[in-house]
């Protein structure tokens, strides 16, 4: 979502650099009450449009109407709350139908579920195996500096603690 508001300000002010249009653009996060405002070249160019009553006008409305919107917004419900909301809009009358309906979509979500675990599954799979290619490679650099140490320094420091056998056979 950051990405997109960062390119939709990138666009408005290519457009702005374009036209000598007079634009305003009002943003307003669903989970919060901030207020992102964008204003053209030709409002921000005269400090008596910016700090006019039209354009506190137009930020108050804008506001009210984000306020609006968030109340409107429905919560988000639990898997398990919308399956049982969706299980007794399906007619929950007792028989023997809704209660297949209800395992339907208990089975659908439990599919759903495992599919998203060996999504994640996946996903850590491909993390491991870049976390031991990353350990390889640090490995093989290291090597590298001790031996370019050893060719500068000579072979008479160790550089890498090797411990002695306790034992020998």
Do not use: C
Request: charged share 25%; glycine share 4%; no cysteine.
């Amino acid at each position: 979502m950051q990405h997109q508001a960062e390119l939709l300000h990138w666009q408005f002010q290519a457009l702005d650099r374009q036209t000598d249009a007079t634009m305003v653009l009002l943003a307003s996060p669903s989970h919060s009450t901030k207020l992102h405002l964008l204003r053209s070249r030709s409002i921000r160019r005269q400090p008596i449009l910016s700090s006019s009553a039209s354009m506190n006008e137009i930020r108050t409305s804008f506001s009210r109407l984000a306020s609006q919107r968030r109340k409107t917004r429905p919560e988000k419900a639990s898997l398990v709350d919308r399956l049982v909301v969706a299980s007794s809009a399906s007619g929950n009358d007792g028989s023997d139908g809704s209660s297949q309906s209800v395992e339907e979509n208990l089975r659908r979500a439990l599919d759903a579920a495992l599919g998203s675990l060996g999504a994640l599954g996946e996903v850590y799979e491909q993390r491991e195996v870049r976390v031991l290619e990353e350990l390889q490679r640090s490995r093989e650099d290291r090597e590298r500096v001790e031996l370019l140490l050893r060719q500068v320094l000579g072979d008479k420091t160790p550089l890498s603690y090797q411990p002695l056998p306790l034992f020998s056979a």
